[in-house]
């Protein structure tokens, strides 16, 4: 036992080598999708400047936290690709460095949503290189034309929907505030104010306004109905989409892949409008007031359902040791229509690099033009660390009303109270 | 035999001399390399197993000590860090230290409206070090000295230029480009040149600009100034905050003493909500451990029954649910039991026309967890019992038949007993490992279905954990992890009470097997 | 302990069995399903899906992005030492607390015992930077070592698994070793040569538990190990299903099934062992 001591204290410390100096590198922090595009440009890179770019590949659920634990310590890289709705905890820690605003000049080549949803406290944080938002997708085999107006929709779904075959018209991902913001947002919802300066003001949470309480009801008595399962994931929602039982499901460009493979004959088309007087008839609701400051004016009754728009990017870590070389590579490697088009073909949503979203490529794919018209209306998912607490309560809240635990207005209206507790808000 | 003695004590002693001999080279090179804790933890090291090998008194330590360097390293620090984060404000918007806010703040700049651009050319010399030559754009020239960048003529005589008017070599420097340029960005990066009011750094790749500081750090007041304002930041709760509250992000993280603790405890929120949580934590974990326990004991016994056949398959498929990650387990459960278009409803409904709602009702939700856990931990207190059965005597059965006891009686009075022996503390164990047992949780329902009227977001199946991780990283503005350590420390005290009581049942069972 | 059974004896035995099995099996069954099934859902619709694939099998062992076979051949490696050196450091423990009686014995057990119970929210992030620290001194044990892995998880393994061997060694007679002492054994060769042999089930059971608690342990090992050749299959696999929305349950499957049949695969021999202690002088047949 002894000996066995000193044999492993005698290695320790003679393998107790201190560190070499090492060569110039560029780390990469990307998950499976976009690694492979990276490393190509990584090559061209090193054989334009001598630097190697090392690609580490890291699965996308971990790639934020383990940047938040590795960044500070000198160990996380000098580059990583990411969503925006990182960036508010990530610069509010002190772990990003700003980009140059005007992206060495070529921030006009930019789709503005894509650097709005990169910039917090007044700084860009991120090089965005993809959009991506929600649309209706449709299974042409069940539902041949799809639906212009909510009603329209409620219609098919009755026709269609067979719970005993397992077979609904209309499905989706619940409870999941992110898929049901556009039933809210049509009306009149939203989730934060503005300041005048134009940042977010997270105390007017517009969660529990007539307008989201509107689409909340809508859902509440599709549920009650039977015209909509309660408690579907990602899931159940794909078991029954690609196995031709849905006829259609609120998703994104993310939901196609598997939809080909398994020969789903589908269309993708906007979400249908609120259309309260019509809804009316089918629900008895009343109509709820026009907004007073509509972001995109509503032709009333007819209100079109805002989704979110997320933006995925780069950004460069605070504590790289080559910002200098990693804006280089970023801006005159990465920020160009071939690699683009390439992050494009590797992961098909619409490039924020309008060069590359203009190219004929990606204009002649119909999908691309289909949730780009949906595009039009999304609103950029707040990227300040406070959303937090907005999903938790938000969430909590659509599991009740679809529970059918809970009246919307009850449930809205105590998650709004909870969040404005949970951030420190004046309650009324 | 004294020949041997010797021979292993003189051995002992020569090993030990050169183990100490490593040491004093070692503990020199990491004074002289400046790392203390390293240096502390192997003087401490060194000195106990010196102790340990000498001193017959501690003899039984010299069987702990390899386990317990391990544990002290890899489970005790852990809980040292864990005590120390909860005695600060570690959360979004205080994450760095400090010195790493500072250093940030002080190295930051910003680009004046009135801002000049310069091309470079950068040098080096046989040193090492690096020098940059800076042109503006109206053709005057500057050169970096130190930290200072001043005018040059560059028609001075030590200039040596190549016909394109470039400067390829002065003073012993000589011109780097290309590759070599690329490599010696980061430190060219690093370059604050002064002049003037302004300080001229690196853009990109082509370029030099005039910047000016935004901020002086004084150490002294601890305070830091904005030096285009002149505003005065105070570093207070976490941020440099001014007069008149505006704050300076970063923040950085602050020893805030017990505060965490107390916000804990003092919240009438969390209070409304814990008796509720703390009950479902503490039958989900019995009820797990009781019931997993119970089957795995249960095929345990039935396959180590000689007379079973095939009893090597049979044991290979009991263990199976062991074998897959849980991780994909857990969520097959999850959608089997979806109350809509899952396969169990599907069968219940065929079967005898039942609908039930499973994950969306508070009370199927709990007991679909626990199914699911079950399912999930038998295999493991199946292999732990096997194991176990076999400690028990056979003579033991024998003596027994001889009394007339059978089956049940024999189960109870011999079998359950002895095998509580080494069995119970894993008990006591799963029974721990169940009540912080976040991924179970968190996989099949998110602590879902929500409670109307929760105070806070605390769920019909939240556990404490799960809760604790609900409050500190979606409960406010961003992750609250000072307040998840404390939160964590509480729950440890709980859990460690309840352990404890149950401890003291082992010293019985101590003293069963001594009659043994 | 035993005796032979009647036939209806027999017969409710092997149908509680069965049933057991039928549990065990029915979502694994499910998880056999999405393996073959190309569309990458989980939870399909039909038990049986509509067309079947061995894609999934394939993509394990040709993508040289994702390599199956490095990814388990590290785990078996990771997890086959630390469950060796655990067995081995948790008999020297439990040892000295089953027949030894010195000053803090007591309180040591009950240490044991209540460290372990600490919720490790945070103890990646502690175990981050330790290795962080060793690792600029020590390099093979830092960061993205399989060595630095091994030792963390063997500080996780040791309080109740040496509890339950410590349990398993009270029932071991103290006859044997006092006899072998008085011909001049030490008490570390009374242990060696006698207790560990008598031992061998708990011995083989806590390296099949510690085998697999290793083997699919996954937060530790990701935020360790970086880079694609250094996973183990946990960490691997995650890589499958780490989008949101863009997983690949049917690959992921296929995974968990070869990794699955890896473990039986050990645990057949390793079954031997567990049933080979002191009860075998009860099988009379």
């Given amino acids: 036992m002894r000996k066995f001591f000193v044999v492993l204290l005698g290695l320790v410390l003679l393998a107790g080598v201190f560190a070499v100096p090492q060569q110039v590198k560029l780390v990469i922090w990307a998950d499976d999708t976009r690694a492979p595009v990276v490393r190509e440009v990584g090559a061209d890179f090193q054989a334009k400047t001598g630097i190697a770019v090392e690609v580490v590949e890291i699965a996308f659920a971990d790639l934020r936290g383990q940047f938040i634990t590795a960044a500070p310590t000198g160990q996380g890289p000098d580059i990583l690709i990411g969503a925006h709705d990182w960036t508010g905890e990530l610069a509010a820690n002190g772990l990003l460095e700003p980009f140059d605003p005007t992206l060495g000049g070529k921030a006009g080549d930019f789709n503005p949503v894509g650097l709005e949803g990169f910039s917090y406290g007044g700084n860009l944080y991120g090089m965005p290189y993809g959009t991506e938002n929600i649309a209706l997708l449709y299974n042409k085999d069940l539902v041949p034309t799809p639906p212009k107006t909510w009603c329209e929709l409620l219609e098919i779904a009755r026709a269609l929907t067979d719970p005993a075959a397992g077979r609904y018209g209309y499905i989706v991902q619940n409870p999941d505030p992110y898929h049901w913001f556009p039933m809210l947002s049509a009306a009149g919802g939203y989730i934060f104010g503005k300041n005048p300066d134009g940042s977010l003001n997270y105390c007017d949470i517009g969660l529990a306004n007539e307008g989201a309480i509107y689409g909340a009801t809508v859902f509440d008595k599709m549920i009650e109905e039977g015209l909509l399962p309660a408690g579907v994931n990602w899931d159940t929602m794909t078991g029954l989409w690609t196995s031709g039982n849905a006829g259609m499901v609120i998703s994104g460009p993310w939901l196609l892949g598997m939809t080909r493979t398994a020969g789903i004959n589908y269309g993708v088309a906007p979400i249908p409008d609120m259309c309260c007087c019509i809804c009316a008839c089918v629900y008895d609701l009343p109509c709820p007031p026009i907004p007073p400051i509509p972001q995109i004016p509503p032709i009333p009754p007819i209100w079109p359902p805002k989704p979110f728009a997320g933006v995925q990017g780069f950004m460069v870590s605070a504590f790289s040791a080559n910002k200098t070389l990693a804006f280089d590579f970023l801006l005159n490697y990465v920020a160009t229509k071939d690699t683009m088009l390439a992050l494009y073909r590797r992961d098909p949503r619409p490039p924020a690099y309008l060069p590359a979203l203009n190219d004929p490529e990606v204009q002649g794919n119909p999908n691309i033009a289909a949730f780009g018209e949906q595009a039009q209306l999304a609103i950029p998912m707040p990227n300040i660390p406070q959303m937090g607490s907005v999903w938790s309560a938000w969430s909590d809240a659509q599991d009740l009303i679809a529970n059918q635990q809970a009246e919307p207005a009850v449930a809205l209206q105590e998650a709004v109270a909870k969040i404005k507790e949970a951030l420190g808000c004046p309650l009324p | ?516 | ?285």
Avoid at chain 3, 101 to 115: A, E, Q
């Fill in chain 2, 1 to 516: 035999m004294i020949w041997t003695a010797l021979l292993s004590t003189g051995l002992k002693i020569v090993l030990l001399g050169i183990l100490d001999a490593i040491s004093v080279w070692a503990a020199v090179s990491l004074g002289t390399s400046g790392s203390y804790s390293f240096l502390a933890g192997l003087v401490i090291g060194v000195i106990i197993i010196n102790y340990l090998a000498l001193s017959t008194k501690a003899y039984p330590f010299r069987y702990l000590f390899p386990g317990l360097v391990f544990l002290g390293a890899m489970v005790v620090y852990p809980i040292g860090y864990t005590v120390y984060i909860s005695l600060t404000n570690l959360q979004t918007g205080n994450f760095l230290t400090k010195a790493q806010v500072i250093a940030q703040l002080d190295g930051r700049y910003y680009l004046p409206p009135d801002y000049e651009s310069f091309r470079f050319w950068a040098y080096r010399n046989d040193q090492g070090a690096l020098r940059v030559i800076l042109i503006a754009g109206d053709g005057r020239a500057f050169i970096s000295e130190g930290d200072r960048l001043k005018s040059v003529d560059l028609d001075e005589p030590q200039f040596e230029r190549s016909p394109g008017g470039i400067v390829e070599r002065f003073d012993g420097y000589r011109r780097i480009s290309g590759p070599e340029l690329y490599q010696n960005l980061s430190l060219l990066e690093r370059l604050n040149l002064q002049y003037g009011d302004y300080t001229v750094r690196l853009a990109n790749l082509n370029e030099f600009r005039s910047y000016r500081k935004q901020y002086q750090y004084f150490p002294g007041e601890d305070k830091l100034v904005d030096i285009q304002t002149g505003k005065v930041y105070y570093s207070k709760e976490g941020y440099f905050t001014a007069e008149d509250g505006t704050r300076i992000e970063p923040g950085f993280r602050v020893n805030i003493g017990l505060r965490n603790f107390i916000s804990v405890l003092t919240s009438p929120t969390i209070r409304k909500d814990f008796t509720r949580v703390f009950t479902w934590t503490i039958l989900w974990s019995l009820f797990t451990v009781l019931f997993s326990f119970a089957v795995g004991l249960g095929f345990a016994m039935l396959l180590n029954d000689p007379y079973i056949r095939a009893r090597f398959l049979y044991r290979s498929l009991l263990i199976i649910p062991y074998t897959m990650p849980a991780f994909i387990s857990a969520l097959v459960w999850a959608g089997m039991f979806n109350t809509d278009l899952g396969v169990i409803n599907r069968i219940l409904g065929n079967l005898f026309g039942l609908k039930i709602n499973w994950l969306n009702d508070p009370f199927w939700a709990k007991v679909t967890l626990i199914f699911i856990n079950v399912w999930l931990t038998y295999p493991y207190m199946m292999i732990v019992s096997l194991g176990a059965l076999q400690s028990i005597p056979v003579e033991l059965f024998e003596a027994a038949r001889v009394d007339g006891a059978r089956g049940w009686q024999q189960f109870w009075k011999i079998t359950m007993p002895l095998l509580l022996v080494s069995v119970a503390p894993l008990l006591i164990g799963s029974f721990a490992f169940t009540f912080n047992n976040f991924t179970i949780i968190w996989l099949v329902t998110a602590g879902r279905p929500a409670v109307l009227g929760a105070a806070t977001p605390a769920g019909a199946t939240d556990i404490l954990i799960s809760w604790t991780y609900r409050l500190a990283f979606e409960g406010a503005q961003g992750n609250q992890l000072g307040l998840a350590s404390a939160v964590s420390i509480i729950i440890f005290i709980i859990i460690a009470a309840i352990s404890a009581v149950n401890f003291r049942f082992t010293k019985a069972l101590e003293e069963v097997s001594q009659g043994v």
């Fill in chain 3, 1 to 285: 302990m035993y005796s032979r059974h009647s036939w209806f004896g027999l017969l409710w035995r092997h149908l509680l069995i069965w049933l057991g099995i039928a549990y065990a099996l029915f979502p694994a069954i499910w998880v056999l399903s999405a393996s073959f099934n190309p569309t990458n859902t989980l939870v399909g619709q039909k038990l049986i899906p509509a067309r079947l694939t061995l894609e999934h099998y394939r993509t394990l062992f040709s993508d040289p992005t994702a390599p199956f076979p490095t990814w388990l051949a590290n785990t078996v490696k990771v997890a086959g030492v630390t469950a060796v050196i655990t067995v081995l450091l948790c008999a020297l423990g439990a040892y000295a607390f089953s027949r030894f009686r010195f000053r803090g014995r007591r309180s040591g057990l009950l240490m044991l015992l209540l460290v372990q119970m600490f919720p490790q929210m945070l103890a990646m992030v502690a175990i981050y930077l330790l290795l962080l620290e060793l690792g600029k001194y020590f390099p093979w044990l830092g960061l993205n070592t399989h060595l630095g892995l091994i030792f963390v998880y063997l500080g996780g393994a040791m309080g109740f698994n040496t509890w339950f061997m410590k349990g398993y060694f009270d029932t071991i007679p103290r006859s044997l070793e006092e006899s072998a002492m008085v011909d001049g054994a030490t008490p570390f060769q009374a242990f060696w040569r006698i207790i560990l042999p008598l031992a061998r089930p708990i011995l083989a059971v806590i390296l099949i538990i510690q085998f697999i608690t290793s083997y699919g342990e996954y937060i530790l090992a990701s935020i360790l190990l970086k880079g694609v050749d250094r996973y183990t299959l946990a960490v691997g696999l995650r890589f499958f299903i780490q989008e949101a929305y863009n997983r690949r349950w049917g690959t992921f499957a296929a995974a968990s099934i070869m990794g699955a049949i890896v473990i039986v695969l050990i645990f057949l021999p390793l079954q031997r062992l567990i049933i080979s202690g002191l009860t075998r002088g009860a099988v009379k047949e």
